[in-house]
């Protein structure tokens, strides 16, 4: 939906995702996501941030370079909540992985759809179209959520500038009508 509003608005919108926003980035995708054998940690850590490299240098960056405005489906704020606080790797070997496989980008803006843990367990349990399938990350425990979300609010605490948080909980009317207007003065501050 948001873009959609910035394409009437006259802007270039690139919409992707992480981990699969290329073709390599597919097939890690699938090829860590689907499998039903148990992944290593550190294998884990080092996929995400292959797809991130090839993201970054082959559609990111050549986006950006052409003036459009990039809507990424995560980046690297979650492998710093899921693989640094869900998996238990220190801060500083996260963040070193992120800054290898970005080569420092990071984004303007930042928006958290926040869902208790709960709730959200419920939702990925009643999922049933088929492009929305669980995956191997949807089956961790209570307190592995608990400990991503928990890194995610401290990141909108350290970067409150960047890292917004919206209530996710609430309709997607509700929640559209209270980005938009956090999109159109993110956009006409100057700062995209």
Known sequence: MLASELRVRGFEV????EPGGTPLGRRLRAAFLETEENVAPLAELLL????RAQHVN?????ALAEGKIVISDRYADATFAYQGAGRGFSEETVNAVIKLATDGLKPDLTLFFDVPVEKAIMRTNARTDEETQKNRMDSET????????????GIAEREPERFIVIDGDASVGEIKAKILPIISDFLESGNN
């Open 14 to 17: 690139l919409t992707t995702m």
């Open 142 to 153: 209570i307190e592995f959520y608990e400990r991503v979300r928990t890194a995610y609010l």
């Open 58 to 62: 082959f559609l990111i960056k050549p």
């Open 48 to 51: 995400f941030a292959a797809d």
